[in-house]
């Protein structure tokens, strides 16, 4: 089944650094990803939903990057700010199921 | 944003014993999903639910685990018997559509066995 591995675990940058989230699956029929952050004691909270069929995706002070020959999906937060320290989660889901796929989280601590 | 609940926050129980985890879903979701989050480790999928009945579940969802939403009240997470390694936080999510529709999920019951 579907494996997804995220990396790194632990991230700690500077206020204004840019911060890089990885995750690489395996299952090349997946079709549907998600990034979510999770603060302490919360739920998760969803920041983007990518579909496969586009490789870029902006937000709010972040960018998701999906690269299907690879099989890699990044967030990548452009200019962190101490309120961006969480927990973040990739999910990935095949297009047949309704099962997502967790990535093993990144836990961001943005220093002032 | 949509909220999803649970009750409770925090459970303890002895081994052999029986716990329901309770989820409010967001109120127009029909597609609900329970996880399974050790400390420490990923959040793995444990089963989906829809229309009354279980759609998929995991390898994890043992034969001691049971989900039901009677009446379109909360839907729950029965573990009879507990096991030690049932120890875990449980997440709730919903979402109102399947495949393409986004999960929205609970805070979690953290829960203690004994």
């Known amino acids: 089944g579907e494996q997804v591995e995220q990396r790194p675990p632990h991230l700690s940058v500077r206020e204004g650094d840019s911060a890089v989230i990885t995750c690489t699956y395996t299952?090349?029929?997946?079709?549907?990803f998600f990034w979510y952050k999770q603060e302490p004691g919360a739920s998760l909270q969803l920041l983007m939903k990518v579909f496969s069929s586009t490789e870029i995706n902006e937000g709010q002070g972040f960018t998701v990057l999906l690269n299907k020959k690879d099989k890699r999906l990044s967030l990548n937060l452009t200019a962190a700010h101490p309120g961006d320290s969480a927990a973040y989660f990739c999910a990935v889901r095949g297009p047949n199921t309704n099962k997502v796929v967790f990535g093993t989280g990144t836990r961001l601590q943005v220093l002032p | 944003g949509p909220k999803v609940l649970q009750i409770p926050s925090h459970q303890i129980i002895d081994m052999g014993q029986m716990v329901t985890l309770n989820c409010d879903p967001v109120s127009n979701h029909l597609y609900f999903y329970w996880y399974k989050q050790i400390l420490g480790q990923q959040m793995e999928f444990l089963v989906n639910?829809?229309?009354?009945?279980?759609?998929?579940k995991s390898k994890l969802f043992k034969d001691q685990f049971s989900v039901e939403r009677p009446d379109g009240s909360y839907f729950t997470l029965k573990i009879q018997p507990t096991a030690l390694e049932d120890s875990a936080v449980y997440f709730c999510?919903?979402?109102?559509?399947?495949?393409?529709?986004?999960?929205?999920f609970g805070p979690g019951t953290r829960l203690t066995v004994l």
């Open positions: 999510a919903s979402s109102s559509g399947t495949i393409s529709y986004e999960q929205y």
């Open positions: 639910f829809y229309n009354g009945k279980v759609m998929e």
């Open positions: 299952d090349p029929n997946s079709y549907y």
